[in-house]
Each structure stands twice: as structure tokens, then as C-alpha cells.
């Protein structure tokens, strides 16, 4: 009765008629018996297949016997069987049936004898089919809704643009010229080096003017007469000037070819220091009043050799003759990333927050705008048979209740028995604690058009456990594989407790992809490749579509948790900040993820009703989780979750239901 109870409220929670038949077992043999008929003439393999694919299978099953009618002594054959092998669902419930029916004989010996049983099997006799209908009729279909909404707190921002590792490089431009004094002449190039050194330039100015007389001629002692030797004759002495040579002086011109002007221009007062010196975190400055500003990061000598240099026929030394430099700057324009299409279908969850202030002008540098949007929603119809209202009343006019209304309490169970599967089996072996997360985060860089903590819009399905083990076997090797779980996307974090839980699933040296995790040799996208090829396929086409594939492969793989509704919010902090201007160019956003959807809702209202606050992603002590009461939480998500796992069981293990239900034999 207890498994009967259980198949019936279930058929009426997933909205399954339960209709009676006239003669279940003929029915069930005569539909059986044609399917293997016409599955045997069409596909001659096929009844090979089937047997073959079926563990257990035998053409003569023991509860065959029962249809010759000797069912005392199949019963006590069946006993004995149960007696040597016990253990299945059928062996307990057959001993159960045996031991109660042997209590009721022990105690009721002569119930078979009292008229009063006689008189009731008599009369009972009389009672027609037909009579039962006008008592069973009220039984109706409820059309209800069902399913749930899932929100998404979503954000983006609004900024002054911040533009970084700007590179310019400045030139030192020298150029020499060379002068003469006024009164002089000059400059000239001695070229031959019949006067000076080879190449240097110089001057020259008339110092006197001598007096000169010619050959075979004598100057008088008054230097003004100049006497013939050989005639006497007398002639005035000729004024011949004579020359002062003396080197010019180089004029040194120096310059810049500056491409670094603008952002120079730029800085803050106090806070450009001389080229090649590096520029510190901070620097004591005057505020600047205005939203531009620049800051030089970096600046690196890119021409130091020679450091001598000939310009223009004089030697020059400088140590560098050019700076490469780098500016991270803000500028006065807005930029937002807030006009995706994503955000059109949202709507917005609160004000504008100021994330970032510039620190020495007060003003607001960057603010975060939050949406409330909707990301999954699986409400839905269902159909489903509630006979809730019925009653019957027997001939001496008493009334009893037959009602058998939708039993609400299963998704309750089913969440509970899950909740105790994934406490026994994913524990921290290290803290002795169950229901941990892991921390987990992204960046998202206030410039640029790269957003790495946005969600990369995979199926959330594509990574849960049974996905990953059909993808290696081929077909559902564990009856333990749960579509709950997602291990397979927790392989970059490889804490022990969910590789543990994950091998389990796969056996004794099944997978050498497995192997290779637990030695810490994959990547995750190795990993998936290898477990997953088709899905992992597919989420990266989804990953390079929403601009991830440039984000760390940690990044991707958070996005595709955040997908799957398996992390929380933690917050955010400034990691990353210009020097000296101190605003904020990257923010860290943290979340704490979970293996299961389960494992989240329980972590966080547990951690709600023992008041553990923060945003820790630590798990709970044996004695935390006994103290904890599920029936205060919320898990109405999961049971959605559960409910569509549920109408879609016959997915799950295609092979070896049908193979049971084609055969005719039994399955152990």
C-alpha cells in the first residue's frame, strides 16, 4: 500500500490521469505481446537488442507461474527464493504481505466460520460494477498554474572615461651654431686644419696695420718711407693689416619634440616629475577643479646611446636623448554601458550609486545603475485529477470518505531526501562541514567595452552531472547521476569534497579524463572538452557572442555558473586605482557559488536562521546542520526544479525502460 500511495500521489502531482481498467494484467500481457510481435517482424535484431540490453532478463520470470492459478504454491516458491536473496522491493513486500496475513489467521482463527463474515460476503455478492460508477464520479481535472520567476539583480555603469597607457615619446632636438664678436669676421670652417684643429670653425680681426716696403727696398726709422737700395729713390711704405685668428663660439639650441605635451598639460600641479623618474603612488597636490586629468605612469629611456654626440662640428653630452612615457588619464566624457538590449526588458531596482569619488575635487567619477530582471521563468499550466470531494455510503447508510486528493507533500520529500544525499556525500573531509561554497570573482574595468562579470547566456543544463556522465559513457552508467548538480564546472576551484562527490559517479578507473582531474593536471576547458565535447562547444560560441572569450577562462566559467543560478551576490570593491589622482579604474566583483541549486538556498537561510553573518561561503558543522529547520525555508525554487525533473523522467533512461518494458521478461 505504502509503494501504491507513493505511485498514485505522484501520478497526480505531475498531472497523470489514473484511469481503472477492467482486467489490468490481460491487458498489460495482450499490449506487451504485440509489441514484441511487431518489433520482432519488422527489425529481426531487434528482440536480440532488447534481451541483450536488459540485465536480468529471462523468458520464464517466477510470477509467470501465477497465471496457472496455483498461487499458494507459487507464493511459497516465490517465499523461499525471497528467503535465499533478500533484499529487492518485491522480496520486502512480499514478506510483509505474508507475515500480516499470517498475524490476521493467528488472531482470527474462526473469522472464515462467524455468520456475520458469511453474511457479508453474501451480500457483497449483490453489489454490481455498475453501482460503483455514480460513487466514483466526481473526480475532476484542476487546471493550475505552477512554476516560478526567477529575478536577477543586474548592473552597469556610468562613468567619465578613463583612458589608459596612453605612450608618447619625446624627443630632445639640439642644434649649435657657431659666432664671431662684433668687429670680427667669421665664422669660417677650416677645413684643412692649416690654422686650427681640423673641422672647427673660427674668427679672425685685424690686430694693425704694418708698414711695408719691397724687395731691395729700406723702411725709414720713422716707418712711413721706404728707400731704394739701388736707386735712392724714396717711396711711401705701404699699410699692410695684419690678421688676429681666434675660434668661434658654439651657440647650443635645445628643444623638445615633444608628442607628450597634451597629457603633460594635463597633470595636476606637483605631480609631473623630471623624465626617466618613476612616478610614486602618491604625491601631495593642489586640487585641480577640473574632471580631466592625467597621470605619467611610466617613463623609460628609449635613446640613451651615444651619449656624446658631434652636432654641427661640437661634441654634446646628454644622458638620454628620449623618453617613452605613458599617461592613464580621465577625461570629461561620459561613457555608459547601460544601453544594452538586455536591459530594454528590465526594470531599474534602485537610484544610481556613486562606486567612485574623485578624492582630492569631490566629485562623483563613476556610478553603478541596478536592474531587476527576470531570468528564468518556467510558470506553466498542469492539468491534474483531484477526487478530494468524494464519499461512499454503504447500504446501512454510512458514510465513508474516499476521497484521494493531489498529495502536495512529495515535492517535500523528494527535496529533503536530496538535501541528506548531497549532505552525505559532498563533505568537507578537512572542516567536517557540508553545504560549502566556493569563492569565486571577475573584474570589471572601468574603461574599454570588455566586461568580464556579465553572464555568458549558456543552457544551464548543459554542465549538470548527468549530462557529464552521458558524455563519457554514452548512457546513464550511476543511478546516483543527478541532473541537480554541477560539478563538471567546479574544476578550476578542485576542493575535495566536490571532486570526492564527483568520482563517485563515475566508478573505480572509469575515466581517465576523471584521473587526470584528480591528479590537477586539466584545465576546465580541457576537462569539459573532454567530458562534455558537444556542450562545451556551444558555450563557447555563447561566450564569444557576449564579448568573454577575452576574460580569463575562471571569468568563463563563473559566467556559466551565474547561468545556472548557482551563486550569490558578495559585493564589490575598488582593486585597481590610478596613481596619484587615486580614481578608480577596476572593480572586483566576489560571488560565493555552489555546486547545487539546493546546496545554495539551504547555505544561505541556514546560515539566516543561525545568524552567521557575512558573506562568507563556509559550510556547517554536523551539529549546525542538525540545528537547522527546513521546513522555515523557502525552497521553492528547487521544487520547481524538481517538478520539471520529474515530467521529464522518461528521458533520463530511455535504454533501460524501454528495453523492461519491450522484453516481457522481468528486470532485477
Known sequence: MMLRSILLAFAL??????????????EAREAGQAARDAIAGTTPAARDLVESMTPGYTETPPEAALEEGNLSAAGNARLAQCGAAPGTPGCEALANAHADATARADSTPGMRSDP????????????????????????????????????????????????????????????????????????YLDHWGDRFERGTNYCYRIARHVATCGENQTISPDQTQCFDNETGETSPAAMVPEHLYFAATPHVLEAWVNACADYESRAPPGTLLPDGEETPDELPFMATGRVDKCVRSTSVCTDPYPATRLINGYPITRECWAYTNTFDCVSSTGVSDCDQPRFGSCSPAAAATCIDQDEKDGFCTAERLEFDCTHRDTRRTETRLNCGAQTFSDRDGNVWDASSPPDPDLLTVVTYMEAGRQAGRYIDQGSLTVFNGVNNSCKKKLFGLINCCSRSGIDPQMFNNLSAIMGVAGTVGNALASTYMFDALFVSDAPNWVISGFSSLFGSGTSSTLAGLLTGNLTVSQFATSLIPGPWTIAMMAIQMSGLLSCSENEQVLAMKRDSDLCVDNGSRCSKRLKVVRTCIERTYSYCCFNSRLAKIINRQGRAQLGIHGGGCGGFTVAQLQALDLSRMDLSEFMDEIRAAALEMPAIAPGRIGACALAGGACE
Open 13 to 26: 502531482t505531475a498531472g497523470l490521469p489514473v484511469v481503472a481498467q477492467a482486467d489490468p494484467a490481460a
Open 116 to 187: 456475520a463474515v458469511v453474511e457479508a460476503i453474501a451480500a457483497s455478492r449483490e453489489v454490481t460494477l455498475d453501482g460503483l460508477e455514480a460513487v466514483y464520479s466526481d473526480c475532476v481535472g484542476e487546471t493550475t498554474e505552477t512554476g516560478i520567476v526567477t529575478r536577477d539583480i543586474q548592473f552597469c555603469h556610468r562613468y567619465y572615461r578613463r583612458d589608459l597607457e596612453n605612450s608618447c615619446t619625446k624627443t630632445r632636438d639640439v642644434r649649435v651654431t657657431w659666432q664671431c664678436p662684433a668687429g670680427s669676421m667669421g665664422p
